[in-house]
């Protein structure tokens, strides 16, 4: 069975402080991994994947997430936050031969000017 | 390119009524993914449909029921409906090349409130 946890329901971080987000998950084979943001009244979109290949995977806004199977972590960071990334953020999981994602239960961002 | 379109934006049903919610893929994808993702919630996946049939379920009831058309077009309905249906029911649509790791687009949304 395939599941995400996300550690931290919010984090609140100082405009122009690094922002780090933790995800780890769990899969018998291989994972796709997923990070989507959702801005208010807005559905999901897209920041970034791992499928295979560079474990570092660069993403939209400024974004990234490194792959760590050794850990079956995947948190996504970002250098310097902008008021802008105020939003909730999603980690999903799948797998090949899937057909839907595993979401986890998201973590709220705020940026503190 | 137009992206995933949902409609309504906002519906306030109650108990025992049924529902209807609409979505458009975007432009080229074959394939529509609906989730429901309940208040303060991750999305839950209901289920898929690819080229007009039925390609994976969740745990939902059947009570829950979708259809896809020939233009990938999709609905989904809800019969009987319970207080905890409430939620924002998200669809995404892809284009199932790849399989899963084929990127989702999601929709906005429709918030459904059941009273």
């Known amino acids: 069975a395939q599941s995400v946890t996300q550690l931290g329901s919010h984090v609140s971080v100082s405009e122009g402080a690094l922002v780090l987000l933790r995800c780890n998950y769990s899969s018998s084979v291989p994972p796709y991994l997923f990070w989507y943001v959702q801005y208010p009244n807005q559905g999901l979109q897209l920041l970034l994947k791992y499928t295979t290949g560079a474990t570092l995977v660069k993403g939209i806004n400024g974004f990234e997430a490194e792959f760590k199977k050794s850990e079956t972590s995947f948190h996504l960071t970002k250098p310097s936050a902008h008021m802008s990334d105020a939003a909730e953020y999603f980690c999903?999981?799948?797998?090949?031969?899937?057909?839907?994602?595993?979401f986890g239960t998201g973590t709220r961002l705020t940026v503190i000017p | 390119e137009t992206g995933v379109t949902q409609s309504p934006t906002h519906l306030i049903k109650t108990r025992g009524q049924q529902v209807t919610l609409r979505c458009s893929s975007q432009s080229g994808h074959n394939t529509v993914s609906w989730y429901q993702q309940a208040l303060g919630q991750g999305p839950q996946f209901i289920f898929q449909?690819?080229?007009?049939?039925?390609?994976g379920r969740g745990n939902f009831p059947p009570r829950f029921s979708g259809l896809q058309f020939p233009n990938y077009s999709s609905e989904l309905n809800v019969n009987a409906l319970e207080l905890d249906d409430s939620a924002l029911y998200l669809c995404a649509s892809s284009l199932a090349r790849t399989g899963a790791k084929d990127t989702q687009y999601f929709g906005p949304g429709t918030r459904l409130t059941v009273l």
């Open positions: 999903a999981v799948t797998q090949t031969g899937a057909n839907n994602l595993f």
């Open positions: 449909y690819y080229r007009e049939e039925e390609n």
